[in-house]
Every structure is written in structure tokens, then in C-alpha cells.
């Protein structure tokens, strides 16, 4: 559901952060994962890095480069499915210019592009140096990436195309479920190929709070840590701003809102999702029913990350 360009003329033109501590955000706890993979580094032959396709620009941590980046690198943008890939073409050009040749779309979920993985790594690996690793027969692919961005769905999707086989990787819808380094998982008899699941492992230092907001409301970091409520506000921001007005009808208000609150409390008692609340009166304590705001705003960013209210591009 889209409107003239028009309506959007009194709307917020910027997104007010508040000052807010993007440092908050994203503890320390990662550079353990990292130290793992650079100790496996001996063992690879490639490197697919997998990233949010509504977020191609946008919080891959420079440090995989830094550490990892003697090594062929496939840049994996997955979850194209949610992403407004309009100007795909421009994305490309500049992911070009920023030294990134090789880049595939991908939807882990439907196998869409999937089975292009593995002849873009064997070129890369037949075209490189393979490090001591030339008697080998088998290929060592190492995943990495940020937290939440389809690492496990990938080698899954390439187990079901290339093995006939289930999960290997266990797969969920927030960060954190691969804990650390794993055994090498198979996921094709020819070529022999294997790869490496790794933690997601975040920037010690995100560029800015902006593309922190970005990362989280994709699902890279623990939704409490930056708060739902400031998230949902973000997230209806970006939504007016890119014309995505799905949301509208799919709760009831009738027309496009720039007020959080408005919009929160029409999700909560579409869905009835409210609470009693005790109301001091003057004649005694009266239980009232009001809209259960964080709730409401979980759906909304729910919905958002299921593709359910448009595909939008973040970057």
C-alpha cells in the first residue's frame, strides 16, 4: 500500500535518537568468537560471509576483513525476500567500488539462488592460492557474519539441495544461537565440500547509533538491550518514509500515522493485547483496560521482520 509522495511532506524528515549510547548496545563479549575463527583460519580455503540484504551497507563488521580477508570472500546478501531490491543494480555497482566483486542474493528459506554457491566458491578457491592445502581434496568453507543474519540457514539450504539432507545447524529467530566454532559439516559429495558454522560476531565499535537501530531491527542484537519501544518508533519512521503503508490496513486506522503511541495503541486493541491497570479515584481504586504497549510493539516488529509489512530497504 502505497501514497503520493505528498502525504509524507509534514512528517518527520529525521529520526530523534536522544542521545542514546549505541556502545550500550553491543557488549564485549565477541571477540572470543573471532579468535576462534582466525585459529581455524589454517583449515579453510574460503570465506562466505553472510549479511541482511536490507542492510547491504550497513553493520558487516570491518574486522572479518581485517582478520580473515587473505582468504577468497563470497559476500552471501540473504533474506532477499524482505529486501526492496529496486535498485539491486546500484547496490552491486557500489558494493563494486567498496572492493566487493563477488555478491549473491539469497533466500535460505525457499533455496532461492542457493544452488549458485557452490560453483562461485570452487572458481574462487581454482583461482587462489590454497595455503598449503593444494593435496587436499575436499574444500573448507568457513560462514561468518553478523548475529542473525541466516549463517545456519545457509548451510541447511545447501545440505536439503546438495545432500537431500536436514538440518545440521540449528537455526533461530534471534542471535545468539550458534555458540562457537563447530565441526566441520558437510554439504556436498562433489565437490567434497565442508563447512564451518561460526558465531555471529558484532563490530567492537558500530559507526554510528543510526546503523545500530538499523542492525537491531533486522534481528542482530537482543531486542531489550535498544528497547522495543524506540525500535517500533524507528521502524514506523523508516515505513512513512519509504511509502510502506501495508501497515495501515493490517491494523485498522483508517490512514498513516506518524505518532508511535497512536499507532501502538490501535495494534494492541486489534489484537487485544491490554492489561488492567488500577486507577486512583476519588471514590476508590477502579480497574481500568489499557493497551499493553510493549506487547504491541513486539508485534509490530514481529511482523516487520516476517516480510509482513512490506520489503524495505534500511540502507
Known amino acids: 500500500m502505497r501514497l503520493a509522495a505528498g502525504a509524507l511532506r509534514a512528517w518527520r524528515q529525521r529520526f530523534d535518537f536522544g542521545g542514546r549510547d549505541v556502545a550500550a548496545w553491543f557488549p564485549g563479549h565477541m571477540a572470543k568468537g573471532l579468535r576462534q575463527m582466525k585459529e581455524s583460519l589454517r583449515k579453510v580455503d574460503c570465506l562466505i560471509e553472510v549479511h541482511d540484504a536490507r542492510i547491504p551497507f550497513s553493520g558487516r563488521n570491518p574486522a572479518f576483513q581485517e582478520a580473515l580477508g587473505i582468504r577468497p570472500h563470497l559476500l552471501v546478501l540473504n533474506?532477499?525476500?524482505?529486501?526492496?531490491?529496486?535498485?539491486?543494480?546500484?547496490?552491486?555497482?557500489?558494493?563494486?567500488?567498496?572492493?566487493?566483486?563477488?555478491?549473491?542474493?539469497?533466500?535460505?528459506?525457499?533455496?532461492?539462488?542457493?544452488?549458485?554457491?557452490?560453483?562461485?566458491?570452487?572458481?574462487?578457491?581454482s583461482s587462489s592460492q590454497r595455503y598449503q592445502r593444494a593435496e587436499n581434496v575436499e574444500y573448507c568453507i568457513m560462514v561468518i557474519g553478523v548475529p542473525n543474519v541466516g549463517k545456519s540457514s545457509l548451510?541447511?539450504?545447501?545440505?536439503?539441495?546438495?545432500?537431500?539432507?536436514?538440518?545440521a545447524s540449528r537455526v533461530g529467530g534471534e542471535p545468539g544461537i550458534t555458540k562457537a566454532v563447530l565441526t566441520r559439516i558437510q554439504v556436498s559429495e562433489r565437490p567434497l565440500m565442508y563447512l564451518l558454522d561460526t558465531p555471529g560476531v558484532l563490530a567492537p565499535r558500530i559507526e554510528s547509533v543510526e546503523?545500530?537501530?538499523?542492525?537491531?531491527?533486522?534481528?542482530?542484537?537482543?531486542?531489550h538491550l535498544v528497547g522495543e519501544d524506540v525500535m517500533a518508533d524507528y521502524l514506523l519512521y523508516t515505513l512513512n518514509k519509504q511509502q510502506q503503508f501495508s501497515y495501515v490496513e493490517r491494523y485498522g486506522l483508517g490512514e498513516p500515522s506518524d505518532d508511535i503511541e497512536s499507532v501502538l495503541k490501535r495494534v494492541a486493541m486489534k489484537l487485544g493485547k491490554t492489561h488492567k491497570v488500577k486507577v486512583l479515584t476519588g471514590t476508590g481504586d477502579v480497574n481500568v483496560i489499557a493497551p499493553d504497549y510493549p506487547a504491541a510493539a513486539y508485534e509490530l516488529l514481529r511482523t516487520f521482520r516476517k516480510g509482513e509489512l512490506g520489503q524495505v530497504l534500511l540502507d
Open 155 to 167: 548451510i541447511n539450504s545447501m545440505r536439503r539441495l546438495h545432500l537431500k539432507k536436514g538440518k
Open 211 to 223: 546503523t545500530g537501530m538499523k542492525l537491531a531491527l533486522c534481528g542482530a542484537i537482543r531486542d
Open 79 to 125: 533474506k532477499m525476500d524482505l529486501a526492496d531490491l529496486t535498485h539491486k543494480a546500484k547496490i552491486l555497482e557500489r558494493l563494486e567500488q567498496e572492493g566487493l566483486k563477488n555478491v549473491l542474493f539469497t533466500n535460505c528459506v525457499k533455496d532461492e539462488n542457493v544452488k549458485k554457491v557452490i560453483p562461485l566458491i570452487t572458481d574462487l578457491v
